[in-house]
């Protein structure tokens, strides 16, 4: 963000609650990120923005391929103005254009699925490396 900016707008709050933004900031990860596909249910995708703002995680991928990305605002309780949203929504099937977006930045993806042979979350290994969390549709 702009240095001159946030100069400003720091004389508007407490030295105590600068200090609390900044430590908050300093424990933001881009380590874990969250993909969703094609949310359906916006308190769901609402939701969602709230526990990634509460993890630390700092970027949310937003996958629009049928469903257009909404945000309750009741739901999301002003979470989303401290994340960073990256929507992809160029294209008809903006999935792949997505995932090899995250996977050319390093990221291993990872996805939610009913499977029995897949491997649980304790079983998941995050030392190897970064990783996008991507959840799917809920509507089918």
Same mark, same amino acid.
């Given at each position: 963000?702009?240095?001159?900016? %946030?100069?400003?707008?720091s004389q508007f709050v407490t030295d105590r609650r600068l200090q609390l933004?900044?430590?908050?900031?300093?424990?933001r990860t881009r380590y874990i990120t969250v993909v969703l596909e094609d949310l359906f249910q916006s308190?769901?995708?609402?939701?969602v923005l709230r526990s990634?703002?509460?993890?630390?995680?700092?970027?949310?991928? %937003?996958i629009e391929n049928q469903?257009?990305?909404? %945000?309750?605002?009741d739901v999301a309780l002003g979470s989303y103005k401290w994340l960073t949203l990256h929507r992809h929504n160029q294209d008809a099937d903006n999935t792949e254009t997505a995932i090899k977006s995250l996977k050319d930045s390093g990221y291993r993806i990872a996805a939610t699925t009913p499977h029995k042979h897949d491997c649980t979350i304790d079983e998941f290994d995050l030392t190897k490396g970064k990783v996008a969390l991507l959840f799917g549709s809920e509507l089918h």
């Open positions: 963000m702009n240095g001159k900016l %946030i100069d400003h707008l933004f900044n430590t908050l900031l300093e424990h308190h769901n995708a609402s939701a990634c703002e509460c993890f630390g995680i700092q970027d949310v991928h %937003i469903n257009e990305y909404r %945000i309750s605002p």
